[in-house]
T-cell receptor, first 114, second 111 residues
Framework: NAGVTQTPKFQVLKTGQSMTLQCAQD?????MSWYRQDPGMGLRLIHY???????DQGEVPNGYNVSRSTTEDFPLRLLSAAPSQTSVYFC?????????????FGEGSRLTVL | GDSVTQMEGPVTLSEEAFLTINCTYT??????LFWYVQYPGEGLQLLLK?????DKGSNKGFEATYRKETTSFHLEKGSVQVSDSAVYFC??????????FGAGTRLFVKA
């Protein structure tokens, strides 16, 4: 049972480079989201999607793009990496994403921007 | 806006001690409340939840009661184990497709 799979687990970038963090889930969940985790700040929502073809912004969307072409995949793109984007990124999914909806998390992707 | 505030850590306890981690929330509606746990090197996983006032969530010896009058959802465990060492996150979800997390509280349990 794979659940939510994130790749890569670790990545080092130089300022200005672009990259994509991949997220895939095999639970047929409609809702998917991306969070970043920074010390002392908990998890902050970057973008989310309630179904294929539908995405919306969270609390900290600047510098990130997402798309949702299939139910299974929800990639996060960094267009021009900055040191402030050094963080641990988590992808999460939920069967409904509405009231009472438990989130299922991937293991995280640690990104360092030099 | 909606927010979650939890006690700062780290919290260090001896094995078999009583644990309380405080959590309060502000919300415009009637949120569902959650505790998630993150073990080293892993993603978060749901520990327990409560969806309405006075509900008690429980799992693995942990408990938390949804207190609307004090806007609180404190996590408790009667006797902690070394294996409970982790980071604990309080969270709320108001039905707007956004789950809001507290800053997290790191727990160390000594043998």
């Amino acid at each position: 049972n794979a659940g939510v799979t994130q790749t890569p687990k670790f990545q080092v970038l130089k300022t200005g480079q672009s990259m994509t963090l991949q997220c895939a889930q095999d639970m047929n969940h409609e809702y998917m989201s991306w969070y970043r985790q920074d010390p002392g700040m908990g998890l902050r929502l970057i973008h989310y999607s309630v179904g294929a073809g539908i995405t919306d912004q969270g609390e900290v969307p600047n510098g990130y793009n997402v798309s949702r072409s299939t139910t299974e995949d929800f990639p996060l793109r960094l267009l021009s990496a900055a040191p402030s984007q050094t963080s641990v990124y988590f992808c999460a999914s939920s069967p409904h994403g509405t009231r009472g909806g438990e989130l299922f998390f991937g293991e995280g992707s640690r990104l360092t921007v030099l | 806006g909606d927010s979650v505030t939890q006690m700062e850590g780290p919290v260090t306890l001896s094995e078999e001690a009583f644990l309380t981690i405080n959590c309060t929330y502000t919300a415009t509606g009637y949120p569902s409340l959650f505790w998630y746990v993150q073990y080293p090197g892993e993603g978060l996983q749901l520990l327990l939840k409560a969806t309405k006032a006075d509900d008690k969530g429980s799992n693995k010896g942990f408990e938390a009661t949804y207190r609307k009058e004090t806007t609180s959802f404190h996590l408790e465990k009667g006797s902690v184990q070394v294996s409970d060492s982790a980071v604990y996150f309080c969270a709320q979800e108001t039905g707007g497709f956004k789950t809001i997390f507290g800053a997290g509280t790191r727990l160390f349990v000594k043998a």
